[in-house]
């Protein structure tokens, strides 16, 4: 377990204030050892608990060129046919994936393929699963041209009332491979896949998933 990038620094100047408040307290509450315990006590946890957020676990890559792998670890939230406006302009079916804080947070492509379309909004913070966050809050979107078969495919990232912060690392007329890091959305959120209307779902609501390795659909 290697801890994420995007963490390191937070994590370098968390630990030095949290190690600077307990020093503090031992100077100024001498002999109050109940008090001192709990601060060092809450410390720990609270660094913990941000530690684990930011863990970025190896995944053995997929290597099935039909199949859409979920793009980050969470739950299924919506299954639904939806019309897609921004690029697309078609209906298609949407997967929504709810990331709780304590889900690994590191978002994956569902595919391999070229970049065709990327763009970042910015919007308000409304809850993830609240249905106009999808075009109402700050979000990225990302269109795929499948490397096999031509087929596009969106992948959009949504901050929620939590995450407040959108992080990616791909631009127009790159390349992406199936499970390859694409971006990063900090404590909670939400990610929509879009797939064709043919495409066999392969999962239900309420299924967890792991990004890069739980199958969300089968292109045909």
Do not use: C
């Amino acid at each position: 377990m290697t801890i994420h990038k995007e963490g390191r620094t937070l994590l370098f100047w968390m630990l030095v204030v949290l190690a600077g408040i307990n020093f503090a307290t031992h100077q100024w509450l001498p002999g109050q050892d109940t008090v001192l315990n709990l601060i060092l006590l809450a410390s720990i946890i609270i660094y913990l608990l941000v530690l684990q957020f930011f863990r970025s676990p190896t995944i053995p890559m997929p290597v099935d060129e039909q199949m859409v792998y979920a793009p980050a670890d969470g739950k299924v939230v919506v299954i639904e046919e939806a019309q897609e406006d921004e690029f697309l302009k078609e209906r298609r079916k949407q997967i929504s994936i709810f990331m709780s804080p304590v889900n690994v947070h590191v978002n994956r492509s569902p595919v391999s393929g070229i970049v065709e379309y990327f763009k970042y909004h910015p919007g308000k913070y409304m809850v993830a699963w609240h249905p106009k966050a999808s075009y109402e809050n700050e979000r990225s979107t990302m269109v795929i041209r499948h490397t096999k078969t031509g087929v596009k495919l969106l992948v959009r990232q949504i901050a929620g009332a939590v995450a407040r912060r959108i992080k990616y690392y791909v631009k127009e007329g790159d390349p992406v491979i199936q499970g390859g890091e694409f971006g990063f959305i900090k404590f909670g959120s939400r990610v929509d896949v879009f797939v064709p209307l043919d495409a066999e779902i392969l999962v239900n609501i309420d299924d967890k998933t792991k990004g890069g390795i739980t199958p969300l659909a089968r292109l045909k």
